[in-house]
């Protein structure tokens, strides 16, 4: 259903694909940005990247879980950091590596951002993936 591309002529990505193209006909989710907020909406993680990028891939296993799809399946995310510094996004980043996000490795754009939607949010990510016919 996915096929990851790393482009031999480009600088070899760490844990992520230069690319990933879908079959036709194939079901694909857009999920909207995961937040790292707990079921009653509560921040998860005041203050700390990493506990908050836990919290938001907890969260986009429960959206991805509820379209019929896993992490596995991510053909493309956008992970949004809030930092001025590459400190915080590589610890962000950690977290990606070692989640099922990997897995294939899809596709992924790691950005820093000034802020996010919500008070003290640190963390977000969006994804695309692919719903199989059966998991």
């Known amino acids: 259903m ?7 002529s480009l600088f070899t990505p760490p844990t992520y694909a230069h690319a990933s193209v879908v079959e036709a006909g194939t079901r694909i989710a857009f ?19 990493v506990r ?3 919290q938001v891939i907890a969260n ?31 610890a962000v980043w950690e977290v990606v590596q070692a989640s099922g ?7 992924s ?6 802020c996010l939607g919500y008070p003290g949010q640190l963390v977000e990510i969006t994804a695309t993936a692919v719903v199989p016919d059966t998991l």
Do not use: F, K, N, W
Request: net charge negative; no cysteine.
């Open 101 to 107: 996000l990997s897995t294939g490795p899809h596709s």
């Open 60 to 90: 986009l296993t429960e959206q991805l879980r509820a379209v019929g799809s896993d992490l596995g399946h991510v053909a493309y995310t956008d992970v949004y950091v809030v930092a001025a510094e590459p400190g915080p996004l590589a």
């Open 2 to 8: 996915i096929r990851r591309t790393t482009v031999p």
């Open 31 to 49: 999920l909207a940005g995961s937040v790292p907020l707990d079921a009653e909406g509560r921040l998860v993680g005041e203050g700390d990247p």
């Open 52 to 54: 908050q990028a836990e």
């Open 109 to 114: 754009t790691l950005l820093g951002v000034a």
